[in-house]
């Protein structure tokens, strides 16, 4: 239940005659008055809402709202009013003295001099010397008589009664004054309604002395109330800072009524606003907390579901408090410094949970809660307040961008969408104070810099593209780097002191950090790699320099900080399958160079890269990649021999159990992938074969049914297996003219698949169908072998006839042929399965695949 006000007599009198409105004077509209009561349900909606409100109203009272602040202004500009004729041509009036004010001044100036009365005693102790001398007689100026004296001593009186309150605070509170005007000092308002105040105990105490021609006109408290906030809402709707700093000064009229939840309000809602344009975080947190005390939590929330008038205009009251705080001071102002505000959000969230009633109201809603979450959780920052927005804020945003990217939208809002997370991440790192809240912020900036350099090439310009593959040494990964090194070093104990919630909050902060780095050097050197013109020496050289510089910082970081002795907690088990990628991309790195300059040096780095990687993830095409290197390797070291480094793969426990088909150890396309690899290898099928493979069978085929045809009289014991054979052949020569489709829709899935970063459903059938070919070409390519094998040499052939000794030619060119584009058609399918696989590891956090990499890492050879 809301307060009942009780206002002091003088809030309700207008000292002792009514004022009268000059006729030519434009009112102040009182339709306005109700509308100012109630409008602290828009301020926190924003200023379109707000300036629409007003214009309505404007429109309605048909008065504008400057107009009704500049009638009540000139009201309070005019606290005292005449009574009486002016004298001295016009030079007396309500706010001064003048001679003419002084009915017997020669008895004026006997109180004063004699000192009898606490009023003549205070009044003489605040006279000038001059003032004192012509009071006693002593002044040469005043000739010894009252009268000269008299504009002198109204001189005086005039500035006496603007500096200071004559009555409280233990002055002169033994004066006797009448009921109406003690009533009056209580309330002394303004430095002018000070003024008529001051006149007022002065003509008490010397009624016969002084004339009393003026009448006070003092404003209700409500007036100076409703005009500060018309001022707060001129603010709002226009920025001007003039009319915020006016309702400021007008708060301190009515400062005695802050027991009341709407003086409250709008004496502290005020300051709040001029202390974020200050940039004063520390009396924004003093405002901030008593519009939280003395409004917001002045009474207990009602129950679940009740909107009573009180509880409506407290739940407003909240609404403008969070928007002050989150979005004015925060989000616009990126204001910092207000730490100690993160209970009062908490309150807030704690007390905003009825159902939204409109947009805005369900944003801030939002907000609200989103910070609440990051205030406490593994994400938080030990309660600060400015970590907590800036955080939620980037992470909204962020979300908003991937929505934006899987919808493949473009333009300058995708842009504004990462622009706005970035900065907001940004500052949440700088305002964090903890290692767990430092690892959170630097962590979503770099997965929110992956993002650009993965999904928005099409999207930033190429200088903000150019700017997350290069940043400075401070962002990105360079920052990464060095708070995972300090988390790393605390691994065997010493992380409690690095403020985390709990061990498992950090060891997830470390890994989350670390799988962050790896995708942010993978993907920076796919940046440049995407950039070279392989053909161009300078393109090549300009974009392998900063390739290689990100793709040795992770290999060094890793062979820096993994273990030969077993897995460590703060390494994610994805981290060895990127460490064998970079390997391998370093190797194509090296390999660029050397096809300009011929240096061995480069030739055998490349090899030892792509061995080192081989011996991580052997369950790509690196072992084909290899064999067919190694045959320019410059050096005389049997390890390098294709078949020991197979040797050395199979002999890893963990590769021998996939080969095995165990299926917690690799999935069947991974084991397929490995096992095509290893046979290339071993039967020194080192590159595809050159040549149009399908037509040359068909001409073959060909030439074998003409040769039949020109030999139909000659019988020999290979006329009945020819039928079969041509056949089978056809048949294959259909299959692989089916299987190139199916394995382009495959690429262009996969392509589809890596460019959206997306689910691959597509590629999943497109796979599927693929793979179902494969099984039905190499058993037909199987058939065909064989048959070729079984060929029998005819005996007692005519020798004269060259027909028998053209199909047994013809029979074996086919079988070599079936096997050349066996071997072309499964390359190309494994080469499907390859990179699908690639990208599932580069991508996924916690793939099964990555378990079985670091097993393999640490097992035995």
Not at 254 to 272: E, S, V
Request: hydrophobic share 40%; aromatic share 8%; with cysteine.
């Amino acid at each position: 239940m809301r307060i009942i006000r009780i206002f002091p007599l003088v809030a309700m009198i207008t000292c002792f005659l009514p004022f009268a409105v000059p006729a030519a004077e434009n009112a102040p509209a009182q339709e306005w008055d109700k509308v100012l009561d109630g409008i602290y349900s828009h301020t926190w909606r924003g200023r379109d809402d707000l300036s629409a409100e007003v214009k309505r109203q404007e429109s309605r009272i048909r008065q504008d709202l400057p107009d009704y602040i500049a009638a009540w202004e000139r009201r309070m500009a005019a606290p005292a009013v005449s009574t009486g004729a002016e004298t001295a041509g016009g030079e007396c009036g309500p706010l001064r003295y003048c001679a003419g004010d002084f009915l017997d001044i020669k008895g004026f100036m006997s109180k004063l001099r004699e000192k009898r009365e606490p009023m003549a005693r205070s009044l003489f102790e605040k006279l000038s010397p001059a003032a004192q001398r012509a009071v006693n007689g002593l002044d040469p100026a005043a000739g010894g008589q009252p009268d000269q004296a008299a504009p002198l001593l109204a001189g005086e009186l005039s500035r006496i009664v603007g500096e200071n309150t004559f009555y409280g605070q233990g002055r002169l509170e033994d004066l006797k004054l009448s009921p109406a005007t003690s009533a009056l000092v209580q309330d002394p308002n303004s430095a002018m309604n000070r003024v008529c105040i001051n006149k007022t105990i002065i003509a008490e105490a010397f009624p016969a002395e002084l004339a009393r021609n003026f009448k006070c006109v003092l404003q209700k408290d409500e007036t100076y109330r409703r005009v500060a906030v018309a001022k707060t809402v001129q603010y709002l709707r226009t920025g001007d800072r003039k009319s915020l700093d006016e309702a400021v000064a007008l708060g301190d009229t009515f400062a005695n009524k802050l027991m009341y939840t709407d003086f409250a309000f709008w004496y502290y809602y005020p300051r709040a606003l001029a202390d974020i344009e200050n940039g004063n975080p520390a009396a924004l947190q003093k405002d901030a907390y008593e519009i939280l005390n003395e409004v917001v939590l002045w009474e207990e929330p009602l129950e679940a579901g009740k909107t009573s008038p009180a509880e409506m205009e407290r739940r407003h009251y909240a609404w403008n408090l969070a928007d002050v705080i989150l979005i004015r001071g925060i989000l616009q102002k990126k204001m910092a410094g207000l730490e100690a505000l993160g209970p009062a959000v908490w309150v807030l969230g704690s007390r905003s949970t009825a159902q939204a009633i409109g947009e805005r109201e369900r944003d801030l809603l939002r907000l609200l809660t989103d910070v609440r979450k990051y205030l406490s959780g593994p994400e938080s920052d030990n309660y600060r307040l400015n970590y907590a927005v800036a955080m939620s804020e980037g992470k909204r945003l962020n979300a908003l961008l991937l929505r934006a990217l899987d919808a493949r939208e473009k333009g300058e809002p995708v842009v504004q969408l990462f622009n706005g997370s970035g900065e907001n991440l940004r500052l949440a790192g700088s305002w964090a104070g903890t290692w767990q809240g430092k690892a959170a912020a630097v962590t979503a900036y770099l997965e929110l810099v992956n993002t650009g350099l993965s999904r928005m090439k099409d999207v930033l310009p190429p200088a903000a593209m150019a700017s997350l593959a290069a940043p400075r040494d401070k962002e990105n990964l360079g920052m990464a780097l060095a708070l995972y090194r300090g988390m790393a070093e605390r691994e065997a104990g010493g992380w409690e002191q690095l403020r985390f919630s709990d061990r498992k909050v950090y060891l997830n902060s470390a890994q989350g950090l670390w799988n962050s780095m790896r995708r942010n050097a993978l993907l920076t050197a796919d940046y440049y790699l995407d950039r070279m013109d392989r053909d161009d020496f300078q393109s090549v050289m300009d974009n392998s320099v900063p390739a290689e510089k990100a793709l040795l910082r992770y290999v060094t970081l890793f062979e820096a900080h993994a273990s030969t002795d077993g897995p460590r907690e703060t390494i994610p088990d994805s981290a060895y399958f990127a460490y064998a990628e970079a390997l391998k991309r370093l190797s194509r790195l090296e390999r660029n160079i050397y096809s300009f300059n011929r240096n061995m040096q480069l030739h055998n780095q490349a090899v030892d890269y792509l061995l080192k990687g081989i011996l991580v993830y052997p369950y790509d095409d690196s072992l084909s990649e290899y064999a067919a290197l190694s045959r320019n390797i410059n050096t005389g070291s049997v390890r390098t021999y294709p078949d020991v480094v197979v040797r050395s793969v199979v002999s890893n426990n963990v590769v021998a159990k996939c080969l095995q088909g165990n299926k917690s150890y690799c999935d069947p396309h991974t084991r397929q992938a490995l096992e095509w690899n290893i046979y290339k290898v071993r039967n020194r099928l080192y590159s595809s074969t050159i040549g149009n493979v399908p037509d040359e069978m068909k001409q073959l085929v060909q030439d074998m049914r003409r040769n039949a045809n020109s030999s139909a009289k000659v019988k020999t014991k290979g006329d009945n297996a020819r039928p079969n054979i041509l056949a089978a052949a056809d048949r294959y020569s259909a299959l692989c003219a089916e299987i190139s489709p199916l394995t382009a829709a495959a690429g262009a899935a996969l392509d589809k698949c890596f460019s959206e970063d997306a689910g691959c459903e597509n590629l999943d059938a497109a796979t599927g169908r693929l793979l179902a070919k494969r099984a039905e070409l190499e058993k037909l390519k199987n058939e065909l072998v064989a048959a070729a094998g079984n060929w029998v040499q005819p005996q007692g052939a005519v020798s004269d006839n060259p027909g028998p000794d053209r199909d047994l030619e013809n029979v074996r060119n086919l079988s070599n042929l079936v096997i050349d584009e066996y071997v072309n058609q499964t390359d190309r399918i494994v080469e499907v399965l390859v990179q699908r696989k690639l990208h599932e590891l580069t991508v996924a956090d916690n793939h099964p695949m990555h378990k079985v990499i670091k097993s393999g890492y640490y097992a035995p050879k």
